[in-house]
């Protein structure tokens, strides 16, 4: 089965789009992929995203990005067919994540009673009717239902991609977010534990284009970075906040480690390089924090596969190397899974499943209290 995964993360950065040939199921599916590319978000197209994300804001604008997001996936659909030579009706099904721009997994007391949410908008709907072809779209919210965070949803992939019969694994994301997924030697499916560890580049990316007067959108190949010395005390306080105490499952996003987070980050007087520099070691040492605390007691971590736009940040890198002595660092790319596509080619994978009619949500990663067939389909 040929299927589309449409991504846009908390980056803001764009739409990635993966085109996959899927056949089988479980740790036997196998997946080719046929092609991946995308479009970047506009400087007022990634304002206007801003502007609806965990804000106060009007209906009228989010209903209407609701339907120009639609619109932009099912153009990054035709410009990647496009690009690449492919008949967009040769596709048979397209899975579409839709642009977070609200999560809270946990949930809070609401109107006398406690009620967990998550929002992305996108419709489905429309990128079904401008492609000619299905769509499985929100993913999420079956999962939050459930009892689950709704997130994170890839280590049901990570698992039949990575996992090992003797090695013991951790995949990393590094997008907006920071993700991991613990693939334990020989695991079956309900032994594989995942969280979100904190920011990725999130931080990082509102630091540099705040520094630079919009000019950087992100710290590129962590040169800022390198420039600075991180605040080993700024480190630590920021290692001691809440969301790190917390045990998984666990998710995160801009409600944590948004502008306001990122207000009180300059507000210490670092100097910008120093600051950045901080910023980098924080996301990396919240990654080792996460495998240290959840994920070590419970088995030897023998490689660390990373993947998402972080791995091109050689900043973050060298401290993940560093603060994880004794793990050896690759990336998905030495698997056949592209650093940058990944999440792409995940959620074409997860909508294979909702296809076929099969869970593809992991309890044990998202606190799910059963595994359920993930999203909504538009015919």
């Known amino acids: 089965m040929r299927v589309a995964g449409i991504m846009s993360g908390t980056s803001l950065d764009g739409i990635d789009v993966a085109v996959v040939e899927i056949t089988g199921r479980g740790q036997s599916t196998t997946i080719e992929p046929v092609a991946l590319g995308g479009i970047p978000y506009s400087a007022a197209l990634r304002r206007a995203i801003l502007s609806v994300s965990n804000t106060d804001t009007h209906t009228a604008r989010i209903a209407r990005l609701h339907f120009l997001l639609g619109e932009l996936y099912a153009a990054a659909v035709h410009a990647v067919c496009r690009e690449h030579s492919i008949d967009v009706a040769s ?126 959108k992100f710290d590129r190949a962590g040169k800022m970075a390198s420039a600075g010395e991180p605040s080993e005390s700024l480190l630590k306080v920021l290692l001691r906040g809440p969301f790190f105490r917390e045990r998984p499952p666990k998710s995160a996003g801009r409600e944590q480690f948004g502008a306001e987070f990122v207000d009180r980050l300059i507000g210490s007087g670092l100097k910008p390089p120093d600051l950045i520099a901080t910023a980098t070691a924080f996301t990396a040492a919240a990654v080792a924090a996460g495998i240290n605390r959840f994920v070590q007691p419970h088995m030897d971590v023998d490689e660390l596969i990373a993947s998402g736009g972080g791995v091109h940040n050689a900043s973050i890198m060298a401290y993940l190397a560093a603060f994880l002595p004794g793990v050896k660092i690759r990336t998905s790319d030495e698997f056949g899974i592209d650093i940058d596509g990944k999440e792409a080619i995940a959620f074409a994978i997860l909508a294979y499943e909702t296809w076929r009619r099969r869970p593809s949500n992991l309890p044990s990663a998202t606190g799910a209290t059963h595994p359920v067939i993930l999203g909504k389909i538009s015919f």
Request: hydrophobic residues 40%.
């Open 91 to 216: 596709i048979d099904l397209i899975g579409c994540h839709g642009q977070t721009i609200f999560h809270d997994g946990a949930g809070v007391r609401f109107l006398g009673k406690k009620t967990a949410a998550t929002l992305q908008i996108g419709d489905g709907s429309v990128v079904a009717e401008l492609t000619g072809v299905p769509v499985v779209s929100d993913f999420r919210t079956r999962d939050v239902a459930a009892g689950g965070n709704g997130a994170p949803l890839v280590p049901f992939v990570d698992y039949f991609l990575f996992s090992d019969r003797k090695l013991g694994r951790v995949a990393l994301n590094i997008g907006g977010i920071a993700n991991i997924t613990a693939l334990p030697p020989d695991a079956d499916a309900s032994e594989v534990t995942a969280f979100d560890t904190g920011p990725g580049n999130m931080v990082i990316d509102e630091l540099a284009s705040r520094y630079s007067k919009g000019k950087a």
